[in-house]
């Protein structure tokens, strides 16, 4: 079964320039997926679109159901309670506890003291840092604030992971620790991941699902794929 389906899609700005022609991508529920492409690629359009920061100029996304594009502004956050996003430089809340961090996430949905506290121990404990409960970002090594996002990522058990370049700013030993968290939760949580990555290595080693974009096309959709010349 399909969990975001992307139909015909173009992205065209205000400037003139076009992101993405006539994109179509079927992305199965369960699956692990790289976005990889040069710059200008499209690749970080593509993210922006799935959760609604940018809309398509033409054709249709679907995802977990719903119509992305046709989203009223004030309904968007029915969306991204479906979604979990991971950015590359981990957005935390600088003077909140990691449990704090992690809590935020379910306390401005309105959820239950009880069940934010279950909740926030097992993302903790899926990351690997439920021993680092108290302590502050600042305390923290990066890789250590990328498990943090990636735990307030989860907390409220979305179908979709979008990760955009969570290994950026990490070295690649670190790198790889955060690919194992995430390809946990891609099969202990059965989440749907779609990774925008520029790391070869990681693309080469872990053999997922590869799309590649290249000008704003789609140019290559393997099941277990490397990371290959065209998209540079």
Do not use: W
């Not at 899926?126 to 943090?148: A, F, I």
Request: glycine share 8%.
């Amino acid at each position: 079964m399909d969990l975001v389906r992307i139909k015909n899609v173009e992205k065209k700005y205000k400037n003139g320039v076009t992101a993405l022609y006539d994109l179509n991508l079927a992305i199965e529920k369960g699956a692990f997926v790289f976005v990889i492409g040069g710059s200008g690629s499209g690749k970080s359009t593509l993210i922006k679109m799935l959760y609604r920061e940018e809309k398509p100029t033409k054709g249709q996304i679907i995802v977990g159901g719903l119509d992305v594009a046709k989203l009223k502004n004030r309904k968007v956050y029915k969306l991204r309670r479906k979604l979990g996003i991971v950015f590359q430089d981990y957005r935390l809340l600088p003077k909140q506890t990691v449990y704090e961090n992690v809590a935020f996430a379910l306390e401005v949905i309105g959820a239950k003291k009880d069940e934010i506290r279950v909740k926030v121990l097992k993302a903790l404990e899926d990351v690997g840092l439920k021993h680092k409960l108290h302590e502050y970002p600042d305390h923290l090594s990066g890789g250590e604030q990328q498990r943090v996002a990636i735990a307030r990522a989860i907390v409220n058990d979305p179908k979709l992971l979008l990760c955009d370049e969570p290994t950026g700013n990490l070295d690649p030993e670190m790198s790889m620790e955060i690919m194992k968290v995430l390809e946990e939760i891609n099969n202990k949580r059965g989440t749907t991941i779609i990774m925008v990555t520029h790391d070869k290595d990681i693309v080469n080693k872990m053999k997922k699902q590869v799309i590649t974009l290249k000008e704003g096309r789609l140019v290559n959709f393997k099941k277990k794929g490397t990371y290959n010349n065209e998209a540079i």
